[in-house]
């Protein structure tokens, strides 16, 4: 079992940056693979990134591509959400999830029953 807390949220105006935080705790962080999940106000929980368990392979959903980016460092237990021109629409609630499972592909990611979750850190981009 592993133990996810976020950091770094905040407000934000548009265009700006901010960087969120997932700190693991419990198992070996390195077995297993993590992602990024934001759901705003009256809206279905929306896929953001996700990365395997070497930190060499990312995904990111459509909304997000080429302004946010995921990294992790395993030593460090933690993964990274760099997150840059930040938009109003980007506000939401984020989560950190993790599983320990296998997964490849974009699909696999992006569709993934997470098994651990974070209790979630707010951003707010005002415009």
């Known amino acids: 079992q592993v133990q996810l807390v976020e950091s770094g949220g905040g407000l934000v105006q548009a265009g700006g940056s901010l960087r969120l935080s997932c700190a693991a705790s419990?198992?070996?962080?390195?077995?297993?693979?993590t992602g990024w999940l934001r759901q705003a106000p009256g809206k279905e929980r929306e896929f953001v990134a996700a990365?395997?368990?070497?930190?060499?392979?990312?995904y990111y959903g459509d909304s997000v591509k080429g302004r946010f980016t995921i990294s992790r460092d395993n030593p460090k237990n933690t993964v990274y959400l760099q997150m840059t021109s930040l938009k109003p629409e980007d506000t939401a609630v984020y989560y950190c999830?993790?599983?320990?499972?296998?997964?490849?592909?974009?699909?696999?990611?992006?569709?993934?029953?997470?098994?651990?979750w974070g209790q979630g850190v707010q951003v707010t981009v005002s415009s």
């Open positions: 999830a993790a599983d320990s499972s296998s997964c490849l592909g974009y699909v696999c990611y992006a569709r993934r029953d997470w098994g651990y």
């Open positions: 419990g198992r070996t962080f390195s077995n297993y693979i």
């Open positions: 990365i395997n368990r070497s930190g060499g392979v990312t």
